[in-house]
């Protein structure tokens, strides 16, 4: 009995993605699928960045496709692209997604759980670029381990920095470490305009924006003007950080930019001398949260020193133990991340013509 497609796409339809849980024929993962001359031969092209993963779905398909009793040619790549963002807003040139990672409050680790999720999705084979927004208390410069200032090579627009594989921009590369940011409002949403306006950003897959805490200028400018593709919610378990953080997931959900999920930080903490795990801020909080607001729990982080230390001198977890549980638990948030980008509806302004209407 001879093989046909349909009998190949009936062994594929078995093999579930073990991140999006859903089976490889109805995301449409399959492409290019032939049977001819006696040789199955496919590709399965993934949404989401997933350098660790793609072994995995290698074997899976070709253990679904052993049955079948033919040789098989097999390419299993991810290809990121565009995605909706804001009505009324275009994605912008050379930054397909924007991530915002957001607090309702400082305190909560947004700054480190942003830092660790960009590297998260670079160690995962993406183009990663990071934003600090955080006008008045820029901290990435550090956390990143680089210094100095960004090169023009116009005068009108600047070279982003770079580390550990990232592309960075931040006002800390503009300013003296210890000069303070005596600024109103409107000076600083016009310097967070310039800073991802003129960065002259290389081809990134995922712009993550690390957010201010709070719901104030920044973050209405950000819904206003920035073509943001969704939101993450970054919290602690105890009540007050929770009664914050539900403050600027609804902010959020009023203009338009989609939850992608909630990180519960700080979830335990564990102790560097006996391992010992207690439950120092509360339990719960961020999955209780995610169950309000019927919005995805993205995964919970603990409360250790190394954390701390590694984004100190400029080395975070995910690069100074990529291969640690911590480590882990970033990727495995960025790859939720990642997917829950992809799911979203394309981005189609770039096909459609601009019509200019002309009085003669």
């Known amino acids: 009995m001879s093989i046909t497609v349909e009998d190949v796409k009936a062994a594929l339809s078995k093999v579930v993605d073990p991140n999006t849980t859903k089976d490889l024929v109805s995301t449409r993962s ?55 963002v804001q009505r009324g807003l275009k994605p912008l040139p050379n930054v397909k997604n924007i991530i915002a990672v957001a607090s309702g409050k400082g305190g909560v680790g947004k700054s480190t759980t942003a830092v660790n999720l960009a590297l998260a999705l670079a160690a995962e084979g993406a183009n990663v670029g990071v934003l600090d927004a955080d006008i008045y208390g820029p901290s990435q410069p550090m956390m990143l381990g680089v210094s100095g200032r960004p090169i023009t090579k116009d005068g009108k627009s600047m070279e982003p920095m770079e580390a550990h594989g990232l592309q960075i921009s931040s006002i800390g590369f503009l300013i003296d470490p210890d000069e303070p940011m005596v600024w109103r409002g409107p000076m600083v949403t016009q310097a967070l305009q310039q800073l991802l306006d003129q960065t002259n950003w290389r081809d990134l897959d995922y712009l993550v924006i690390d957010m201010p805490p709070g719901t104030g200028d920044i973050q209405l400018t950000l819904s206003q003007k920035v073509p943001v593709t969704g939101a993450v919610i970054v919290t602690t378990p105890q009540d007050i950080a929770l009664l914050d953080a539900r403050k600027g997931l609804k902010m959020f959900e009023k203009v338009g930019i989609p939850i992608l999920g909630i990180v519960e930080n700080m979830s335990t903490h564990i102790c560097s001398n006996c391992g010992h795990v207690e439950d120092i801020f509360g339990s719960g909080g961020g999955e209780k949260m995610t169950q309000d607001f019927k919005v995805d729990f993205l995964g919970k982080l603990p409360l250790k020193m190394s954390i701390r230390e590694q984004t100190d001198v400029g080395r975070p977890t995910v690069v100074a133990e990529p291969d640690s549980p911590v480590s882990e638990i970033y990727k495995a948030i960025a790859r939720k991340v990642a997917i829950r980008v992809a799911e979203k509806a394309k981005d189609m302004s770039s096909k459609f013509p601009t019509i200019v209407v002309k009085n003669d």
């Open 30 to 84: 399959v492409r290019n699928l032939k049977v001819e001359g006696g040789q199955i031969a496919l590709d399965v092209e993934l949404g989401y960045p997933a350098k660790s993963q793609i072994d995995l779905i290698r074997t899976a398909v070709l253990d679904a496709l052993a049955p079948l009793g033919l040789p098989v040619t097999l390419n299993v790549t991810s290809k990121i692209i565009a995605h909706t």
